[in-house]
């Protein structure tokens, strides 16, 4: 069971893994963002908007509100025109998520977070569950990426990343 303590390590990594995230991210090309690049697969918008308006914003506030919304992964990829929108949107979401995690309390961890998928888990589930879907959709990127013809970023180079987003011992030294 996650408390608020064993939730500061997982986000590490989830912070960690984002700046990946975000390379992969910068990396497609600008042009092709709204692309079908694999038949029957979201485009890079739409993926995007999934994984960071559903998957790291909305189940992580989901948590401290206790209740997931929907989001309309289509109409929110439809208003990321640009390159630019999209990468703006991974940041705002990102952030927003990590203000959420700051606070979210062992109390909302325990507690019951309701949804329209017929369950209603406790709010550590739902953080598992984001975790899981973070590293299954990062994984969608690295398919992008490679379709498009650029070369991803290494899954564990985190060294290279934003300095926000690189290991605690690198950000101190």
């Known amino acids: 069971m996650l408390t608020q303590k064993s939730l500061a390590p997982m986000w590490d990594q989830i912070r960690q893994r984002h700046g990946i995230a975000l390379r992969l991210i910068e990396a497609l090309p600008a042009d092709r963002i709204h692309d079908h690049a694999i038949p029957n ?42 390159h630019a929108d999209l990468l703006a949107f991974v940041r705002e979401s990102y952030a927003a998520a990590a203000k959420a995690v700051a606070s979210i309390t062992d109390a909302q961890l325990q507690g019951t977070v309701k949804t329209s ?17 973070f590293f299954h959709h990062r994984g969608q990127l690295y398919v992008f990426v490679r379709a498009f013809g650029a070369e991803p970023p290494v899954m564990w180079d985190f060294e290279h990343n934003a300095p926000e987003f690189q290991p605690k011992a690198a950000q101190q030294a």
């Open 117 to 133: 998928w017929g369950m209603n888990p406790p709010g550590w589930m739902m953080i598992s569950a984001m975790q899981d879907e």
């Open 41 to 82: 697969m979201r485009t890079p918008a739409q993926l995007v908007a999934h994984l960071y308006g559903m998957v790291v914003r909305e189940m992580t506030e989901g948590v401290v509100r206790g209740e997931i919304r929907e989001v309309d992964d289509a109409k929110v990829a439809a208003g990321l025109r640009t």
